[in-house]
């Protein structure tokens, strides 16, 4: 179990660019979780998947942006016509889906818009 | 809108005291309540959850949760300077997702 992972670490795109980032979460995680953080506060809500079913978006998810997960594995989040207000940390966690379990972060991917 | 609140601090003790870190959130159905650690940089690492009133004890660390006040918080026991780090407060309603205080930055003084 290698925990959650995210790709790429790092990304610095110019204003208007298109950006993906990537989310493979622990093996037998159902559910995933992607989290924005800024400087000085907390990771906010963007969406949710259970399997391949995206349940819930956040207000914050503007229609710049999308996120998938096919096959319930690994997601994806693009972001279309970056902002300098994207910049952030972008978060991925995943839980199990049997009750309420802890979510597990990965070392999530850091934007910066130019 | 649920709200988690925390004292940003930054909060300082001596190395070998207790640090004692608060939260409150405001919507009384939720039902799990999480404590994270985060180095700057770093993403937030899970320590201690918590899912009825009482005290929950693991380690150094013990979290206490008084649902009747809407109050969760974070011993630290025997404070060490690797413990220096932002501690956030989640709080979770079934199986959504986790609403986050600010955090509370924690410096640990050799």
């Known amino acids: 179990d290698t925990g959650v992972s995210q790709d790429p670490r790092h990304k610095i795109t110019k204003r208007g660019q298109n950006v993906t980032f990537r989310c493979d979460p622990i093996?037998?995680?159902?559910?995933l979780y992607w989290y924005r953080q800024t400087l000085g506060q907390g990771p906010e809500f963007l969406t949710y998947?259970?399997?391949?079913?995206?349940?819930?978006k956040s207000r914050l998810l503007s229609d710049r942006f999308s996120a998938e997960r096919p096959k319930g594995s690994f997601s994806t989040l693009e972001i279309q016509r970056t902002e300098q207000g994207d910049s952030a940390m972008y978060l991925c966690?995943?839980?199990?889906?049997?009750?309420?379990?802890?979510?597990?972060f990965g070392a999530g991917t850091r934007l910066s818009v130019l | 809108q649920k709200e988690v609140e925390q004292n940003s601090g930054p909060l300082s003790v001596p190395e070998g005291a207790i640090a004692s870190l608060n939260c409150t959130y405001s919507?009384?159905?939720?039902?799990?309540f999480f404590w994270y650690r985060q180095y700057s940089g770093k993403s937030p690492e899970l320590i201690m959850s918590?899912?009825?009133?009482g005290d929950k004890e693991d380690g150094r660390f013990t979290a206490q949760l008084n649902k009747a006040s809407q109050y969760v918080s974070l011993l630290i026991r025997d404070s060490q300077p690797s413990d220096s780090a932002t501690y956030l407060c989640?709080?979770?309603?079934?199986?959504?997702?986790?609403?986050f205080g600010t955090g509370t930055r924690l410096t640990v003084i050799p």
């Open positions: 966690a995943s839980s199990l889906a049997i009750g309420v379990s802890p979510q597990y």
């Open positions: 093996s037998e995680h159902n559910r």
């Open positions: 998947f259970q399997n391949e079913a995206q349940l819930e």
């Open positions: 919507d009384r159905v939720s039902q799990s």
């Open positions: 918590i899912y009825s009133n």
């Open positions: 989640a709080v979770q309603t079934g199986a959504n997702n986790l609403f």
